[in-house]
């Protein structure tokens, strides 16, 4: 079997993952994600594993390590010169 994305396939998997990043970040913090466009099948801190673990479900998915945190910078260029 292929378990290599399709470009739809892509498509809908980082539609998943945008309309999913809060949830994410509040669940699975500097841990690795498998998953597709249905949702995550593994997880983990360990990169090995979660290949491991998302090669045996024998469908498409992408990997994705989701940050410890976020920020945002606010930069103010009116005053710049």
């Given at each position: 079997?292929?378990t290599?994305?399709?470009?739809?396939?892509?498509?809908?998997?980082?539609?998943?993952?945008?309309?999913?990043?809060?949830?994410?970040?509040d669940?699975?913090?500097?841990q690795?994600?498998?998953?597709?466009?249905?949702?995550?099948?593994?997880?983990?801190?360990?990169?090995?594993e979660v290949l491991?673990?998302?090669?045996?479900?024998?469908?498409?998915?992408?990997?994705?390590?989701?940050?410890r945190?976020?920020?945002?910078?606010?930069?103010?260029?009116?005053n710049?010169?």
């Amino acid at each position: 079997m292929n378990t290599t994305p399709s470009k739809k396939e892509t498509d809908e998997m980082f539609k998943w993952l945008n309309r999913n990043r809060q949830m994410l970040l509040d669940l699975y913090k500097n841990q690795y994600i498998a998953y597709n466009a249905n949702g995550i099948i593994a997880h983990s801190e360990n990169l090995r594993e979660v290949l491991a673990l998302g090669n045996a479900a024998k469908q498409p998915f992408l990997i994705y390590l989701v940050p410890r945190r976020t920020a945002s910078i606010e930069i103010n260029f009116t005053n710049s010169l």
